[in-house]
């Protein structure tokens, strides 16, 4: 008696455990591989922040984030897509900013996620 004491609630857990799995394989809920974004355009972000001011795409940057020592030379190696004529890549505050090299104006921003895919 006591031995089916201790396994029909072990029964009990693996039958609802099993029934959970077979409603997240009907209804196509996704699996954690599954949700891995395969482009850079999901990575995208549309504001971001920089020494806890916000920005977002179009907005102008001070001037020393155009400096060297934020610039992205080896942006194939990071998943991100070629920079535009005329701008380069920047890393601030963990994430990507594409920056026009005349007077810093956001062009594209991409989570810094991306370097993971």
Known sequence: MKTHQRILPAIVLLAACSAGLSYAEDNNVPH?????PDNAQTYEIK????????????????????????????????????????????YLNGNYIQLTESEGKVVQAISGDIYFR
């Open 32 to 36: 954690p591989a599954s949700q891995k």
């Open 47 to 90: 504001q971001f922040f920089i020494e806890y001011q916000p920005y977002q795409v179009g907005d102008v940057l001070p001037t020393h984030f155009l400096e060297k020592q934020y610039q992205i030379t080896d942006w194939q190696k990071r998943h991100l897509p070629a920079p535009q004529s005329g701008a380069h890549w920047a």
